[in-house]
């Protein structure tokens, strides 16, 4: 005959068997990383940006013409009281330049520069398994350099190329420093 003691040294046997167990397995990782990511579009193509290399994103702020003979740089804006650059996203990934910006990202680098696009449609987060690599480069609809392009999310069934934004930033850094570098006669 059972007693109600000895089912209850049962179950209390089986809970600390359970419990000593549950040391002997490896931990749980079940959390999936998430990826932070700012939708937005170029024409009519969705892309995306990671938040990690941006320093602020803003709507509608001024921006300052300068004669320059890089086409891309439409001038300057000030952030938090610093001078940045601003260049166009558009023409820099291969688009023809935007006729109208209103959004710019501050880039998170150890110089200021703005990046200026038309439109933004919404912060996401993606997990690793929602974002495809693909080494060799992206094909992109404005035809761009692939080699900012090497990551694409897919986000509610709209897949979108991922500018690398530091990627991009070096780009510029070196179009800038060749132009300083020719307009002071070196070959």
Not at 55 to 82: N, T
Not at 145 to 159: E, K, L, R, T
Request: aromatic share 8%; with cysteine; charged share 15%.
């Amino acid at each position: 005959m059972i007693t109600h003691s000895t089912s209850l040294n049962n179950t209390v046997r089986t809970l600390r068997q359970e419990f000593d167990q549950s040391f002997a397995q490896p931990p749980h990782t079940a959390i999936a990383q998430r990826e932070s990511l700012l939708a937005i579009r170029m024409g009519t193509a969705p892309y995306a940006m990671r938040v990690s290399e941006i320093a602020g994103l803003y709507v509608d702020r001024r921006i300052m013409p300068l004669p320059s003979p890089a086409s891309q740089l439409l001038g300057v804006a000030g952030f938090r009281g610093q001078i940045a650059p601003v260049y166009d996203l558009a023409s820099l990934c291969g688009y023809a330049r935007a006729s109208g910006t209103r959004w710019l990202i501050l880039l998170r680098s150890q110089e200021p520069v703005a990046l200026a696009f038309e439109t933004f449609e919404m912060h996401f987060s993606v997990t690793s398994e929602e974002i495809v690599s693909t080494p060799g480069g992206l094909p992109v609809a404005g035809g761009g350099p692939q080699a900012h392009f090497w990551d694409a999310a897919n986000s509610g069934g709209v897949v979108r190329p991922i500018i690398q934004l530091t990627s991009l930033l070096h780009d510029i850094q070196q179009r800038a420093a060749s132009l300083i570098h020719t307009k002071r006669g070196y070959p």
